[in-house]
């Protein structure tokens, strides 16, 4: 009997080391994503035209994140919206990449974010559609592998800027994050439990770099952003 609570107590001692172990990546982790980023994230009022940031942009990177049965943004989404139309009239930069999921013809959120932009007045050409930003890493990856977006405003919200913006420094790009403010949301708890582990994840892709879904030929961000319709 004492040689079975002695393994017991050594099996539950390794557990823990494990779960310690575990956690302290997680921890050491989303403490460097927060510190390597933190400086550069604003709010959207402190930035009035494009002399209050410190480079001149290729373009507001807005990333998708789900649309309606109807076809409308959802409130995230029309908030990240909102805040990138914002600073496009502000002439932060010349062009807006949509970036989301549009992996079949029954769930297109780079088209809703594009119809909602031209409804507010940005003209067709100056957005661009990233229809195979399905996930924060290959939004990040393909604005610079594909669009070659070299300097760049991401919008998003606060607790999504600092795994956004680390990717993108990690793919040197210079860049700035606004937060998207607008809807207080209940289920605010439950984003920041999931980004916490999400940012240990990208922190390792940002490492090991894999191959998104679909990378495909380049595109030029200076030019026509009808290029992209489809």
Not at 56 to 78: F, R
Not at 205 to 225: L, Q, W
């Amino acid at each position: 009997m004492k040689a079975v609570m002695k393994n017991k107590r050594h099996l539950l001692r390794f557990f823990l080391l494990i779960f310690i172990e575990i956690f302290t990546v997680f921890l050491v982790s989303n403490q460097i994503v927060y510190l390597r980023t933190s400086s550069s994230i604003f709010r959207n009022g402190d930035i009035k035209s494009s002399d209050d940031i410190p480079f001149d942009a290729d373009a507001i990177i807005v990333l998708g994140c789900g649309v309606t049965a109807d076809k409308e943004p959802t409130p995230l989404l029309s908030d990240r919206l909102d805040v990138a139309i914002d600073l496009y009239n502000k002439g932060v930069a010349p062009k807006l990449l949509m970036s989301g999921d549009h992996g079949d013809d029954s769930y297109d959120e780079v088209n809703v974010m594009r119809s909602y932009a031209m409804s507010k007045g940005v003209p067709s050409e100056d957005i661009f559609m990233d229809h195979a930003g399905f996930s924060t890493y290959e939004t990040i990856y393909r604005a610079k592998k594909v669009f070659g977006i070299d300097n760049a405003v991401i919008v998003t919200q606060r607790y999504h800027l600092f795994r956004t913006m680390y990717l993108a420094m990690s793919f040197d790009m210079n860049v700035i994050g606004v937060e998207a403010e607008g809807h207080v949301f209940t289920a605010q708890t439950y984003y920041s439990m999931r980004e916490f582990a999400a940012r240990t994840k990208d922190f390792f892709y940002s490492i090991i770099r894999p191959s998104p879904s679909f990378e495909g030929e380049g595109i030029d961000i200076t030019g026509n952003g009808e290029v992209t319709l489809g």
